[in-house]
């Protein structure tokens, strides 16, 4: 089963930006799968790969 997608893009080794997006579909939104994956994300970023900004997307409810 597919709940959604989260990833990293647009990414600056340099300069230690990225930008992080996270899609939910619309039957498995409000349940925390957004909160959750955005943990993960930010975790393995900051930690792993020593990035220090972030840059979100647009919104869209």
Known sequence: MVVGAVGSHRTGRRTGW????????????????????AVVLLRFMFAE???HKMSGGDLDP
């Open 49 to 51: 790969r020593r990035y």
């Open 18 to 37: 990225f930008e992080l997006d996270i899609t939910i579909g619309a039957d498995h939104r409000r349940k925390g799968y957004a909160a959750e994956a």
